[in-house]
T-cell receptor
């Protein structure tokens, strides 16, 4: 069955540095992959979507890469700020017809001033 | 506010109670979803509705019963729950597959079964 793996250990990082998170998946090759941010007690918030034919996508200080050969996506937060502290989730659609978005367990990021 | 509103925000219920969770979106989306988020576990997809029709039931026990009367409203009816059903229940919506702008989530209902 499909697995989506994110580093379950929290990532502690100094303000101003770049945080890099990893999302690995097995078996199924998705047409696209999504990243979300979740704050405690709140629902996830959509950040970025990257398609299988895109190598890299950027949005402000965020950068996502997608390597379909390695079955891996990397999520970078550059010039990190304490306000970036949250849990970041990757997600991919489990079926070609869509509407079955499956999430990884998330990686918690803590940016220290 | 995200545009997806869930009520109540918190709910405590006994195992013999019947309660309902409500979700409402006015984003013009045509798909709605229920997810369950337990402590230290990934979000679990429960139900999917496309244009008011249920298209996915992810092996959810019958004590959870969804209802989608129109494309803006989604309910989750609960009865004879177990303590292990305590979790954050999240509603989401999307336009079609969500392959352009992702899913929009509500803030969730924190359910405690006693």
């Amino acid at each position: 069955s499909q697995k989506i793996e994110q580093n379950s250990e929290a990532l502690n990082i100094q303000e101003g540095k770049t945080a890099t998170l990893t999302c690995n998946y097995t078996n199924y090759s998705p047409a696209y992959l999504q990243w979300y941010r979740q704050d405690p007690g709140r629902g996830p918030v959509f950040l970025l979507l990257i398609r299988e034919n895109e190598k890299e996508k950027r949005k402000e200080r965020l950068k996502v890469t997608f390597d379909t050969t390695l079955k891996q996506s990397l999520f970078h937060i550059t010039a990190s700020q304490p306000a970036d502290s949250a849990t970041y989730l990757c997600a991919l659609d489990m079926q070609a017809a869509g509407n079955k978005l499956t999430f990884g367990g998330g990686t918690r990021v803590l940016v220290k001033p | 506010e995200t545009g997806v509103t869930q009520t109540p925000r918190h709910l405590v219920m006994g195992m013999t109670n019947k309660k309902s969770l409500k979700c409402e979106q006015h984003l013009g989306h045509n798909a709605m979803y229920w997810y369950k988020q337990s402590a230290k576990k990934p979000l679990e997809l429960m139900f999917v509705y496309n244009f008011k029709e249920q298209t996915e039931n992810n092996s959810v026990p019958s004590r959870f019963s969804p209802e989608c009367p129109n494309s803006s409203h989604l309910f989750l009816h609960l009865h004879t729950l177990q303590p292990e059903d305590s979790a954050l229940y999240l509603c989401a919506s999307s336009q079609n597959r969500g392959d352009n702008y992702g899913y929009t989530f509500g803030s969730g209902t924190r359910l405690t079964v006693v």
